[in-house]
């Protein structure tokens, strides 16, 4: 009995669930999404149907209110807001429903022989929710934002108003660290000024940042003013993390001018 209330409650949530999210699609449409859910939703809503006739078949009912400790914490590992949040969702819900078809299959054989109608009834929900746990993944993928390939570091070097600009491209990490280093630091002895330009920089880490103090260390020494301009938002956090940001004179968001 327990478990049946417990299973007529769950139903209705995925439900719920698939209801929801079949209106929050990503980007402007994503074709076939509606479809997709609202065919799910279909499906949790007839299985709910199915289970409080079994329950109440055994003197039961479906309960007000009811409470899962595992699905609950699985939602609370949901990212807030944007698309994040949408990605996470799906994600948790194909994790769920992949769950169930483990508990079906052991519902189904405990059953058989001596309930053969409840276990051909979780026999078959066992294929149903195969299918949506599939679908989930599906617009999990249909949701997430492409992978943008990062591109080895390069960079270009140009004469500016009286600066030598460096101009950074693609990701500052170990074992592409040497090159810049030494072109820039060759540049010290000779020039006052030497910015570097981090528009189009993707990515640093810690060697990447190890080589950027490097080079702030022998422009001081050289008497040369460095300055680090455009960086993303990612290497500003990388820098606030090593409190490195407070390490530097900052201009604005996106300007550092090194001391």
Not at 238 to 257: A, M, P, Q
């Amino acid at each position: 009995m327990a478990l049946l209330a417990d299973h007529a409650f769950l139903e209705k949530k995925a439900a719920i669930n698939a209801m929801e999210l079949m209106v929050r699609w990503p980007g402007e449409w994503t074709a076939g999404w509606v479809e997709a859910l609202t065919g799910i939703a279909r499906d949790e809503g007839a299985h709910l149907a199915q289970t409080v006739r079994l329950l109440t078949r055994r003197g039961g009912r479906l309960e007000r209110g009811h409470r899962s400790p595992y699905a609950q914490a699985l939602r609370l590992l949901v990212r807030k807001g944007g698309g994040d949040e949408l990605l996470d969702r799906l994600l948790v819900s194909a994790l769920i429903e992949a769950r169930s078809c483990e508990r079906f299959a052991m519902l189904a054989a405990a059953a058989a022989g001596i309930e053969p109608d409840l276990a051909a009834f979780y026999q078959a929900l066992f294929s149903s929710e195969m299918g949506h746990y599939k679908v989930f993944l599906k617009l999990a993928n249909q949701a997430a934002e492409p992978v943008v390939p990062e591109t080895p570091l390069s960079f270009r070097i140009e004469a500016q108003e009286g600066a030598m600009v460096v101009y950074c491209r693609g990701r500052w990490m170990a074992g592409e660290t040497s090159a810049l280093r030494n072109e820039v630091k060759a540049l010290f002895p000779t020039h006052k000024r030497v910015v570097l330009d981090l528009t189009d920089l993707t990515r640093m880490d810690s060697m990447g940042l190890g080589a950027l103090v490097s080079l702030y260390v022998s422009a001081k020494a050289a008497g040369c003013q460095l300055t680090m301009i455009n960086f993303g938002e990612r290497v500003r956090q990388l820098l606030i993390v090593t409190n490195l940001l407070d390490v530097f004179e900052e201009y604005g968001k996106h300007i550092v001018k090194m001391p």
